[in-house]
């Protein structure tokens, strides 16, 4: 079964305002990654969150990771159209194989 | 351009025909991975490779696929007398090392289309 569940499936906001997106996973985890991916493209590593980690920040991105509830969060501050597209949340839980959700689709309207 | 490349981009096979994917990794990374996305859909784990070795190839169908990732030249995923199932994106990534806690650099994929 899937590992990663993200929320919300799509996102529309206004250029400027913080978008933020969960995921859920159900087992134990070496890291959580998040991806972004635009339209035909390949994904781009976006943070890597360690399981003994609870914040991590990147620029504009914010990421936590809450252990005993299994779920993490991406927060974009003061988003920009080009950071319309899809975000994933992937976990390792050993063996280096990511399992990926669903994503996010994420919508910046200028 | 240094990062992970594939090729090619767009793949168009006839039911029944192979489908033949290369993914040249990262300068210096030895460690390779595929995964399928559906549309609309994550993408799924097929197979690990090291130089020479599967690692891991729990995520792949048992039939008519194969990978490889020879000693010289880039990784294959080879897929046998395709079905309209196999239509889909497939990505490569690379990792440097083995070690947990490293992020996976992704190629922008192969787009297979099955008539």
């Known amino acids: 079964s899937q590992q990663g569940e993200e929320d919300p499936q799509a996102l529309s906001i206004q250029e400027g305002e913080n978008a933020t997106m969960n995921c859920s996973y159900k087992?134990?985890?070496?890291?959580l990654q998040w991806y972004r991916q635009n339209s035909g493209r390949g994904l781009v590593h976006l943070i890597l969150?360690?399981?003994?980690?609870r914040e991590k920040h990147s620029g504009r991105l914010r990421v936590t990771l809450d252990t005993s509830k299994k779920s993490s969060s991406l927060l974009i501050t003061a988003s920009r159209a080009a950071d319309t597209a899809s975000y994933f949340c992937a976990t390792e839980g050993g063996g280096n194989k990511l399992v990926f959700g669903a994503g996010t689709i994420l919508r910046v309207k200028s | 351009n240094a990062g992970v490349m594939q090729n090619p981009r767009h793949l168009v096979r006839r039911r029944g025909q192979e489908a033949r994917l290369r993914c040249s990794p990262m300068?210096?990374?030895?460690?390779v991975y595929w995964y399928r996305q559906l549309p609309e859909e994550g993408l799924k784990f097929m197979v690990y490779?090291?130089?020479?070795?599967?690692?891991?190839e729990s995520g792949m169908p048992k039939e008519r696929f194969s990978a490889e990732f020879p000693k010289e030249g880039p990784s294959i995923l080879r897929i046998q007398q395709v079905v309209r199932g196999d239509s889909a994106a497939y990505f490569c990534?690379?990792?440097?090392?083995?070690?947990?806690?490293?992020?996976?650099?992704f190629g922008d994929g192969t787009r297979l289309s099955i008539l």
């Open positions: 490779l090291q130089k020479e070795n599967i690692i891991d």
């Open positions: 087992t134990s985890i070496n890291n």
């Open positions: 990534a690379s990792s440097g090392t083995g070690w947990s806690n490293q992020p996976q650099h």
């Open positions: 969150i360690r399981s003994n980690e």
């Open positions: 300068k210096g990374h030895s460690h």
